[in-house]
């Protein structure tokens, strides 16, 4: 298949990267690239759907993979995966032993593994500077379940209609289903047997990297996981600081002890992020260091600062988080920074899972959530922004009838991908997003 018959093939199903920020797909094609990465490593807390998804659908991904790989021309497809996850392993290596261009690289099983700069220098060795992008380095990476939402797109011309969501921790039926895109968080707890706390608090994606969100807030093609938590877990409370507090708590008690940047992953590999010298700048109130404000920008957003070096349970990441939102107000954006040589210690202080896991406080939510069906629903909003770049341009008006899998807006101008309808029936609302109420 030829690279632009794919690239449009992406576009027009509204293929994005289903995690993270939901990047397009097809955008990623460059020139240059050399190595294509496929990243399962998926090493927050609870969250196994990747794991699940690449042992079931083994075959189709990897012949997406491969695919994609010789329509690039690159010379390395490498499936980065744990060791840990062995029922996959077991299931992708006959599979993989078809294809003469896809080859398997195990990592361990520490947290950040799956950040895509830490994977890249896992996988090649090679570090990605600062601010640059992973092409840079002549390395493209795509997650498990983008690859499968290729495969659909390429071989079957199935657009992206739903996301496959686990759903863990205070829920009756802990599981990883398909979901309509759409359906509230609210209503898919419930179909998962509801939250088993009263005032439960919600978490979108991992606990590290997550963010609390409301029971009305919908699922999208980003949305990995809703973990369902007590209000006054540690996990929430977390994620509920208050930045002006935290600034005084960091004036008052931060010792410069240095954990919190020599625990860094990205600190670590050479990047110019330095947590400890943003809260020396915070504690002393030196508006004057302007670098340790500035090197906020090449910030991750891991959090292994925040929840897992800081013994004064001090928060690193959320102000770092704010003084990246501040910069971006202002119209600064990272610049790229070549990167230090990567640090001899690197090796010596990864975070296993399994101990982070413990000082989250999540062991007990540590279960089976096995891959298990799919949900319907009776009525989806549809965000006509789902991913990074210009919003999708709703191609539908209210009282139109649509069927699932419809295209109801199309790719804007630019960075862009076409949305689809996730159910059959009519719609409703068409605004800045578009309401279907599904056929009964």
């Known amino acids: 298949m030829e690279l632009d018959e794919i690239k449009t093939k992406l576009q027009t199903c509204g293929i994005v990267g289903a995690g993270g920020a939901g990047f397009p797909a097809y955008?990623?094609?460059?020139?240059?690239?050399?190595?294509?990465?496929?990243?399962?490593?998926?090493?927050?807390?609870?969250?196994?759907?990747h794991r699940q998804l690449l042992a079931q659908k083994s075959l189709e991904i990897i012949t997406a993979f491969s695919e994609i790989g010789k329509a690039l021309g690159v010379k390395r497809c490498v499936i980065g995966i744990k060791s840990a996850y062995a029922s996959t392993l077991e299931a992708i290596t006959p599979i993989v032993k078809n294809f003469d261009n896809v080859e398997i690289k195990t990592l361990k099983e520490v947290y950040p593994a799956g950040d895509e700069i830490v994977l890249i220098y896992q996988v090649t060795g090679r570090v990605v500077d600062a601010g640059a992008l992973p092409i840079t380095q002549g390395v493209i990476v795509y997650n498990v379940e983008t690859v499968y939402n290729a495969y659909l797109a390429m071989y079957e011309n199935e657009p992206v209609t739903s996301k496959l969501v686990t759903v863990a921790c205070e829920v009756g039926k802990p599981q990883t289903l398909r979901v309509p895109l759409g359906v509230t968080v609210g209503e898919l707890v419930d179909f998962c047997g509801g939250a088993t706390v009263p005032d439960p608090a919600y978490v979108s994606g991992g606990a590290m990297m997550g963010r609390i969100v409301a029971s009305g807030d919908v699922i999208t093609k980003t949305t990995n996981a809703i973990l369902v938590l007590p209000s006054d877990h540690p996990v929430v409370q977390s994620k509920r600081r208050n930045p002006v507090f935290d600034a005084h708590r960091a004036a008052s008690a931060c010792c410069q002890c240095r954990m919190c940047s020599d625990l860094c992953p990205r600190h670590l590999l050479?990047?110019?992020?330095?947590?400890?010298?943003?809260?020396?700048?915070?504690?002393?109130?030196?508006?004057?260091?302007?670098?340790?404000?500035?090197?906020?920008?090449?910030?991750?957003?891991?959090?292994?600062?925040?929840?897992?070096?800081?013994?004064?349970?001090?928060?690193?990441?959320?102000?770092?988080?704010?003084?990246?939102?501040?910069?971006?107000?202002?119209?600064?954006?990272?610049?790229?920074?070549?990167?230090?040589?990567?640090?001899?210690?690197?090796?010596?202080?990864?975070?296993?899972?399994?101990?982070?896991?413990?000082r989250l406080g999540l062991n007990k939510y540590d279960v089976q959530t096995p891959l298990s069906g799919e949900m319907t629903a009776n009525l989806v909003r549809l965000p006509l922004?789902?991913?990074?770049?210009?919003?999708?341009?709703?191609?539908?008006?209210?009282?139109?009838?649509?069927?699932?899998?419809?295209?109801?807006?199309?790719?804007?101008?630019?960075?862009?991908?076409?949305?689809?309808?996730?159910?059959?029936?009519?719609?409703?609302?068409?605004?800045n997003e578009i309401i279907i109420e599904a056929d009964r």
């Open 270 to 358: 050479g990047h110019p992020i330095d947590p400890a010298r943003f809260m020396r700048a915070i504690a002393h109130r030196n508006a004057g260091d302007t670098e340790a404000y500035l090197n906020s920008m090449y910030c991750s957003g891991c959090g292994v600062c925040e929840t897992y070096a800081c013994m004064q349970g001090l928060s690193p990441r959320t102000l770092l988080a704010v003084a990246k939102g501040e910069l971006r107000k202002g119209g600064i954006k990272p610049a790229p920074h070549a990167s230090e040589p990567v640090s001899v210690a690197r090796d010596a202080r990864n975070v296993p899972v399994e101990r982070l896991t413990a």
């Open 385 to 431: 922004s789902m991913h990074i770049g210009a919003p999708s341009v709703a191609c539908v008006s209210a009282g139109d009838k649509v069927v699932k899998g419809q295209m109801v807006a199309s790719a804007n101008n630019g960075l862009s991908v076409a949305l689809h309808a996730s159910v059959s029936g009519t719609v409703k609302f068409v605004g």
């Open 27 to 49: 955008a990623k094609f460059a020139s240059g690239a050399d190595t294509l990465i496929l990243n399962c490593a998926e090493c927050e807390p609870l969250l196994t759907l």
